[in-house]
């Protein structure tokens, strides 16, 4: 039960990185332009890597909510950000 609680710790710590990597510097690979950056980062990611070869998409799965709820609430400032 313990390794349980730890790993959804684990993965609740990590989840967010999608909304702070999409909305660094535009020469960043993270950056993307247009609202919603963070998940289509994710999008972009998951497409890219294979669920059962990479850990790494299960964190960007976790994310993916995440990414999406801090995305509607920075909507205003992606969309004024894109003029």
Known sequence: ?????????????????GTIFSRTEPRDYFYREGIYPATKMDLDFIKLTNTALYPFSLLLVVDLPVSLVFDTLLLPLDYNRGK
């Open 1 to 17: 039960m313990k390794k349980i609680l730890l790993m959804v710790v684990f993965f609740l710590l990590c989840s967010g990185c």
